[in-house]
């Protein structure tokens, strides 16, 4: 009998929580539309298909016609549908109730969809924890997908790749196919002649072999170049589909279930904590991803076996290596927690919502497709927790003002203060400084602002700078992987290059050279007098109100007593949060400096969004756009489409420096420049004499046009 082998095809359809319809209307147009076109081209090739929560939900929406034609290759045996978690969580990072939550849902959806209940789970970004099968099997899945990096950290060579494996956790059984190496970087990306031999080079007479190919449905037509490449002119997948077809008396497609039906595992297997290859690189400090890139290139190059285990970092590194995804992350389980103990009923159904949309993965770790850095999105995220909280809290009658509580358990307490229109998050060992400040009726989360970092893919931005075109092909000719496309937004993009160093929290008192420059400022490359905005401070009183701290910093030869208070205030509509910074002189000679307090905030102002503004003197301007301006007593700030505007009086009246905090980032679409919110400092130089101080008083003053929980008919919190 002749070789024969077959070939399992698993594409994952994947619009974050957040992003923009036009975003979800072109990939539909470039990559899912195209793909059941192909399939009811060509009947006879099989695969299976996942489509997330957010994605499915805007397709019942905007193409019903599309979900009609997908449940008629359902029907017919075609397309097996996977499962998952329903907002495409990393499962691993949830609490258990939520793993299990997220992926019924999606069960449960897609059974009321298409009729049949799904076997198998898409792993969202293929994170994988040993107790994984667990929550997956009690779900009701069978199987799921890892990569090949998977399979070789647990010491399965690649030619053993042929065949699906068990592996057990807590007496939990799942069966767990490897995307084969050879397969992933051939499909779309090489000929297709040479893919058809890849899979002949494989087959054996018993036609006991499976190829696996789980990747993203993106990648065929929405990545850069890949749409002319798999539908144009380059008729890839068209080819490719036809070849299959030729082939088909020796290369079967089947779905992963039809196959378990039919043979029996290839062997057991026991995976460690990971990912793909590119997500332990990414997780590392940046430092580290260069170095661990340039020794993994070079064995790669010379051949060496050793290169099977150079391994990147645990993907939970990513709230390491990020303040800012550890502090959303322990966001959503305090939420998390106070929705479990709602009882039951369509206020905690709703809560729930909200919380499992804030568990999306893409803005709690960031890559060349993670999103912690694209605003919009992290915002949604932040959004939907502070939705989930706010229906939590109203339900509980307790607000939990005044506590003290380890929030971002790193074994310190921060301070937590709420009210019925905010919630406030203090950082008591880093300055006092409001590393969250959410506002409950708009759901908007204006502390969320993000720091500049070193990132490893910087190095290839500085020694690239200069390039300005296109670079989609690689050496050979052939069409570039999205991990190796280069592509600049706008020129310059080295010299925006700046990296704060400190972690951005509001409320910070800065002692800065009197001779600082607004640019200096807004650079990170300011000097600070004695020993920075941050450290730890004393808390000197705490109430369900507000908190007083003090702490002493240097300033050169000098000693300076900084002591900061925070009140909130006012209702659901009209939260305030006024702020007193105290500097004292305590040493035996002058301090001349520029001293002020630090605010930055976010009102989603990237590209000159004109919805988000600031307004001083009269004058408005982007939300994005620096000015400066001398003795102001009072400006405003805010974001009509949010409907949220902040008033901000100061006394005495001093400089407002504004300035954008804007960091440089890498995506599928190449290196751009992308908002982070707005720095604002109010300040004035002072020359302080011994035993004198100075009083920085400010109050900021919101107003919320819609209560967002009153439009869903959703309880509120009252007063604390």
């Not at 099968?133 to 060579?157: E, M, Q, V």
């Not at 927790?385 to 307490?413: C, F, R």
């Not at 004292?584 to 976010?602: C, F, H, K, L, Q």
């Not at 949220?644 to 905090?661: K, N, R």
Request: hydrophobic content about 40%; glycine content about 10%; overall charge negative.
């Amino acid at each position: 009998m002749a070789p024969r082998i077959s070939l399992a095809l698993a594409i994952h359809n994947h619009q974050p929580v957040g992003n923009f319809g036009w975003v979800f209307a072109e990939v539909f147009d470039q990559a899912y539309a195209p793909m059941l076109a192909i399939l009811d081209r060509h009947p006879s090739v099989r695969l299976s298909l996942h489509y997330t929560g957010p994605l499915l939900e805007w397709l019942r929406h905007e193409r019903p016609g599309f979900v009609e034609q997908l449940a008629a290759l359902v029907a017919r045996g075609q397309v097996e549908i996977m499962g998952g978690g329903y907002y495409e969580p990393v499962l691993a990072s949830l609490p258990e109730r939520d793993r299990v939550g997220q992926a019924r849902r999606m069960a449960d959806e897609l059974e009321a969809t298409f009729g049949v209940r799904p076997a198998g789970a898409w792993l969202a970004e293929r994170v994988w924890e040993p107790d994984v099968p667990t929550s997956l099997a009690a779900a009701g899945y069978r199987w799921t997908i890892l990569d090949d990096a998977h399979f070789r950290a647990a010491a399965i060579p690649e030619e053993a790749l042929w065949g699906p494996y068990t592996t057990d956790d807590q007496g939990s059984l799942l069966t767990v196919f490897g995307t084969e190496q050879g397969l992933r970087y051939r499909i779309p990306f090489r000929d297709v002649a040479e893919t058809i031999e890849h899979l002949r080079a494989h087959a054996t007479e018993d036609g006991r072999r499976v190829g696996m190919m789980g990747d993203d449905g993106e990648k065929f037509g929405a990545w850069p170049t890949t749409w002319e490449h798999c539908w144009g002119r380059g008729r890839w997948m068209e080819r490719f589909f036809e070849a299959l077809e030729a082939n088909a008396d020796w290369l079967a497609t089947v779905t992963p279930s039809e196959w378990l039906d039919r043979e029996p595992p290839i062997g057991r297997v026991y995976v460690p904590t990971g990912s793909y290859a590119e997500m332990g690189e990414w997780a590392l400090p940046a430092v580290e991803g260069l170095a661990y890139a340039a020794a993994v290139h070079a064995a790669q190059a010379e051949h060496r076996p050793e290169v099977r285990w150079l391994r990147g970092a645990f993907w939970r590194n990513f709230q390491v290596k990020y303040r800012e995804v550890n502090d959303l992350h322990k966001q959503m389980l305090r939420t998390s927690a106070k929705v479990a103990a709602m009882p039951e009923g369509p206020a905690r159904e709703a809560a729930l919502d909200h919380l499992y949309q804030g568990q999306s993965n893409d803005c709690y770790w960031h890559g060349l497709f993670g999103g912690v850095y694209i605003a919009h999105m992290r915002l949604a995220t932040h959004e939907h927790l502070i939705a989930a909280e706010d229906t939590a809290d109203a339900v509980a009658g307790s607000l939990g003002s005044g506590a003290l509580v380890d929030l971002d358990l790193d074994g310190q307490d921060e301070a937590y203060l709420a009210g019925p229109g905010q919630t406030v998050a203090v950082q008591i060992d880093d300055g006092a400084g409001i590393g969250a400040w959410d506002i409950r009726a708009a759901r908007h989360a204006l502390g969320a602002v993000l720091a500049r970092r070193p990132e490893a893919y910087h190095e290839t931005l500085v020694a690239r700078a200069g390039l300005s075109s296109d670079a989609g092909t690689d050496d050979a000719g052939a069409v570039a992987s999205i991990h190796e496309h280069v592509t600049l937004k706008e020129p310059d993009l080295a010299d925006r290059l700046h990296y704060d160093r400190y972690e951005r929290r509001a409320g910070l008192v800065r002692v800065l050279d009197p001779g600082t420059t607004p640019a200096a400022w807004a650079t990170g490359s300011a000097t600070e007098l004695g020993d920075g905005p941050g450290g730890p401070v004393r808390l000197d009183s705490i109430d369900e109100t507000g908190l007083a701290t003090s702490r002493e910093r240097t300033a050169g030869p000098n000693g300076l007593a900084i002591g900061t208070r925070l009140r909130l205030g006012g209702g659901r509509l009209d939260p305030t949060l006024a702020m007193t910074g105290t500097v004292r002189n305590v040493g035996s000679s002058t301090v001349t400096a520029r001293i002020g307090i630090e605010w930055p905030t976010m009102l989603l102002g990237g590209g000159g969004n004109p919805s988000a503004w600031w307004e001083v003197e009269g004058g408005r301007t982007g939300h994005d756009v620096a000015r400066t301006h001398e003795r102001v007593g009072r400006l405003l700030q805010g974001n009509d489409h949010v409907g949220l505007q902040v008033e901000t009086i100061v006394d005495p009246a001093c400089d407002a420096w504004i300035a954008p905090i804007e960091t440089i980032s890498n995506s599928e679409s190449g290196f751009e420049r992308v908002y982070q919110g707005s720095a604002l400092l109010l300040s004035q130089v002072v020359a302080l004499e011994p035993g004198e101080s100075i009083d920085l008083h400010l109050e900021h003053r919101v107003t919320v046009a819609t209560d967002r929980a009153a439009a869903e008919d959703l309880p509120v919190p009252g007063p604390a």
